[in-house]
């Protein structure tokens, strides 16, 4: 899984990218077939914001998150994905 990590108004330190890995690495976990992930970090005033794009076999899961703080941003961006990965997995599953 390749992870596109970009920063607006945000430096990516090598703890926040860190971070993205360990946790996009729990989703890889419960779906193996995430092609690429592209995820954007954004500050906007007092608002961290996280979002990501997962291209998986068979469509894509989109999400984003906001909260005062970048980790529980995305903390909260991976709950979402999470969810949604299951989701689309059910879905492969039936067919």
């Known amino acids: 899984m390749q992870i596109n990590l ?5 430096d990516i330190t090598p703890a926040l990218r860190e971070y993205v890995d360990t946790k996009f690495a729990k989703l890889e976990r419960h779906f ?3 092609n690429n992930v592209h995820v954007i970090l954004n500050v906007e005033k007092l608002l961290q914001k ?4 997962l291209h998986l076999n068979g469509g894509e899961v989109f999400a984003t998150s906001e909260h005062q703080d970048m980790y529980a941003a995305i903390d909260s961006l991976i709950d979402k994905l999470d969810r949604q990965v299951i989701k689309h997995k059910e879905k492969l599953r039936k067919h």
Do not use: K
Request: charged residues 15%; without cysteine.
């Open 6 to 10: 970009t920063g607006h108004h945000v």
């Open 50 to 53: 996280a979002e990501a794009t």
């Open 32 to 34: 193996d077939h995430i």
